[in-house]
Structures are given as structure tokens and as C-alpha cells.
């Protein structure tokens, strides 16, 4: 949706959700900016020209951190771009000192105030440049792809992020009229252009709801088919899951997940990285799964440092988890009870739902906007599959 701010022409996304919460924000932001958003059904249309604005104000953009990542397009397209400094989930320290040391060395005049970063392209433009990432950095690597497509020169982005979903903004980009290589690899090179089109692109599917649903029926047992998705984003969790004794086949585009419910789980152990690694997204569900397997597991979180918030409310429905540092050592339990709980982020909140399907008793989750910001229609789909679940 940012990347769109890099051209005045209309871009059409497919496969877009239609009610998340963070989709909502974006659109709201978007929108103050002066885009005209349009949307029917599950096809997202942006036109960015009449846009007359380039701040991104403190009350959208605290609502969801992505919102930083119309930095470098603005910047690029208008020289000019003022975005208050981001909120989102408390997982742990996030700071943008990236974004901005690698716009700073593309040319950009930045200055920090009362919460906002206020940037400047020098005469000419944003300057290509070689930026070498400190550490992987998923949104510093797509600010800084989107800012580098529209720079005078070659920019090379070194210990770049390799996300499947980083790939996707690049091969947008590319419809859009960019000149990318090395989508995928940790070196991605962008030789900039002149000026940015429209396209029509089609969103890659979404591998950490992807992910949910496949813990999900590895925990309550039976057999789900999951449509629509790719395997091939999630081959380290497919992995783990693996090991815990689920069966995992792919038809055509679909995935199909079963367990036989007599069948208990094996405890594994797991330990967050960087992609192609075991995704930090899905440490929570997994941990909820542990929960309810025979023996003992280590998760080990090496991203975000304040990522275990779930385990005190998985421990009040009655989990054995004891946190050490970074890594939680769960000791699978006979049975989980109902109880009411407490969302403290996405991730964590849908843990609790994953936990609450196996619980005994009725589970309530409060704070769920956290649960929408990234599940669309979660009771919708889990209910469709036998789940007893309502939102109040």
C-alpha cells in the first residue's frame, strides 16, 4: 500500500484482506495523505494523486507501526517527508535508527522533533548509495528499496531482510517500473529510475496465518485443508511441525494438516532467526501447542526481547512454562482449563485462542483489536471448522 505513494498513476492489489484492523489504519493514513482508496471485495485500488499532504500524523500512525513505511516513498517521490514516529505492538525494542541512518547516507537531511522525523532530499534527489544493515531489518529493508527505486544511481542494500513478503513488495515494485536484483538474497541491488506506474499485482498469500491454522489443527486433531497459501514460504516451521508428528501434503495450491487425535504430539524445540529461519511470528502459537505435548520444550526468542507475554496467561489455563532470559522451557500438561485471559499483542493473542480450542471449559480473551489487527474473519473460519467460538 506505501508503494503506492511512488507514482500518481492507480495500482490494483489482489488478494487484499478486506476488515483487518491494520489494513484500516493504513487506509485511514493513506487517505489523510489525499489518496483516493477504493476497494471491492478482496481488489484494493490506490491512486495517489491528488495527494497534498506529506506528514503522517501521530494519531493514525501510532495505531500501527507499518505506518513508518511511508518514509521512503514520500521522500523519494516529493523530497520532502514528516511521519511521526510509530506504535504497534509491544513486543519489544524497534527503533527506526536504521531507516534513518540509510536515508541519511542516501543524502537525506533528517532531524528528530517533538516525536516526528522530519526529512529532506538534498537538490537532485535522494542519491544512490551502499547501506549496510547493522542487523536484519524487515520494515528498513522495504523503506529502503522503496526510497532507493526513485534515487539517482545504484543502491545496493547489504544484510538486506529476505522475507517472502520482502520479495513480494519487490516484485511490485518491479511492475511498477523498478530495477531490482537480488530479491531473496541478502545483497538486493536497485539501479534507480526516472519515474514509477501504475500496475495490477497480486498478494502473495499469508504464510503466519498460514502457519496459525496449521498449529491449530495440529492441536485439536482431525484433518484441515488449508486453501489458497504456499508451502514453500514456510518450509523451517513445516519442519518443526513435522517432528511433532502431524502429517503435512500439498495439493496443488492447498495444504492439508492431520493428526490423529489419539495420537499425542512430541515435544520440539524451537528457536526464532532471521528468514529463512524459524519465524518469530509464530513463536507464540507454538508455544501454545507445546503446552499440550508429551515431554519438555525449549523456545528460544532471539528477536524481539519482551516476546513471552503470552506465558503468564497460558499459565493461568493451567500450561507448565518457566521462562529463562530469552528461552521459556515448556513442560507439556494432560489438559488445559478455560479461563479469562488477556491479549497483549497479535501473536500472543492468538495463542490464546489456539489454547482456549483445546482448553476444557470456556475461555474468554479480552483486548481482541489486537487479534483483528492481523486475523480476518478468525471466527469465522475456525467456526467453519467445528470450533465453538463468538465474539462477544
Given at each position: ?96 535508527d536504521m531507516h534513518i541512518k540509510a536515508l541519511e547516507e542516501m543524502g537525506a537531511e533528517i532531524i528528530l522533533d517533538e516525536g516526528y522525523i522530519n526529512a529532506k532530499a538534498p537538490k537532485g534527489g535522494l542519491q544512490g548509495a551502499k547501506i549496510i544493515f547493522p542487523k536484519v531489518s524487515v520494515g528498513a529493508t522495504e523503506n529502503l528499496m522503496m526510497a532507493a527505486v526513485l ?242
Amino acid at each position: 500500500m506505501c508503494a503506492a505513494l511512488l507514482t500518481d498513476q492507480t495500482i490494483y492489489f489482489e488478494n487484499s484482506p478486506n476488515s483487518l484492523r491494520d489494513m484500516q489504519s493504513q487506509t485511514e493514513l493513506l487517505e489523510y495523505l489525499g489518496c483516493a482508496v477504493k476497494r471491492q471485495g478482496n481488489l484494493l485500488a490506490i491512486n495517489t494523486g491528488p495527494i497534498h499532504t506529506q506528514t503522517a500524523p501521530y494519531d493514525i500512525v501510532r495505531k500501527m507501526r507499518g505506518s513508518i513505511l511511508v518514509l521512503g516513498p514520500l521522500l523519494a517521490r516529493f523530497g520532502e517527508a514528516k511521519v511521526s514516529l510509530p506504535g504497534g505492538c509491544a513486543i519489544g525494542t524497534r527503533p527506526v535508527d536504521m531507516h534513518i541512518k540509510a536515508l541519511e547516507e542516501m543524502g537525506a537531511e533528517i532531524i528528530l522533533d517533538e516525536g516526528y522525523i522530519n526529512a529532506k532530499a538534498p537538490k537532485g534527489g535522494l542519491q544512490g548509495a551502499k547501506i549496510i544493515f547493522p542487523k536484519v531489518s524487515v520494515g528498513a529493508t522495504e523503506n529502503l528499496m522503496m526510497a532507493a527505486v526513485l534515487a539517482k544511481g545504484e543502491t545496493v542494500l547489504a544484510n538486506a531482510a529476505r522475507e517472502p513478503e520482502i520479495a513480494d513488495l519487490g516484485e511490485c515494485l518491479i511492475k511498477m517500473g523498478a530495477k531490482i536484483e537480488g530479491l531473496g538474497t541478502d545483497t538486493i541491488r536497485i539501479e534507480g529510475v526516472p519515474h514509477m506506474s501504475g500496475a495490477n499485482h497480486s498478494i502473495i498469500p499469508d504464510r503466519i496465518e498460514t502457519g496459525t491454522y496449521m498449529v491449530a489443527a495440529a492441536m485439536t486433531g482431525g484433518t484441515v485443508r488449508l486453501q489458497n497459501t504456499r508451502l514453500r514460504d514456510l518450509s523451517a516451521a513445516i519442519g518443526h511441525l513435522s517432528q511433532t508428528g502431524i502429517e503435512i501434503d500439498k495439493d496443488g495450491n492447498d495444504i492439508i494438516v492431520s493428526r490423529d487425535p489419539n495420537v499425542p504430539l512430541k515435544a520440539i524445540d524451537i528457536m526464532t532467526e532471521p528468514h529463512p529461519g524459524f519465524p518469530t511470528d509464530l513463536q507464540a502459537q507454538f508455544m501454545a501447542m507445546l503446552t499440550m505435548a508429551e515431554g519438555a520444550g525449549l523456545v528460544t526468542e532471539t528477536i524481539f526481547e519482551n516476546r513471552f507475554m503470552h506465558v503468564p496467561e497460558l499459565n493461568r489455563m493451567g500450561a507448565n512454562i518457566t521462562v529463562q532470559g530469552n528461552s521459556a522451557i515448556v513442560r507439556g500438561v494432560k489438559g488445559l482449563k478455560g479461563a479469562e485471559v488477556m491479549a497483549t499483542d497479535l501473536r500472543a493473542s492468538v495463542a490464546l485462542v489456539l489454547a482456549g480450542l483445546v482448553a476444557e471449559g470456556e475461555t474468554t480473551i479480552n483486548r481482541i483489536y489486537h487479534l483483528e489487527r492481523g486475523y480476518e474473519d478468525i471466527v469465522g473460519k475456525l467456526s467453519a471448522c467445528g470450533a465453538n467460538i463468538q465474539k462477544a
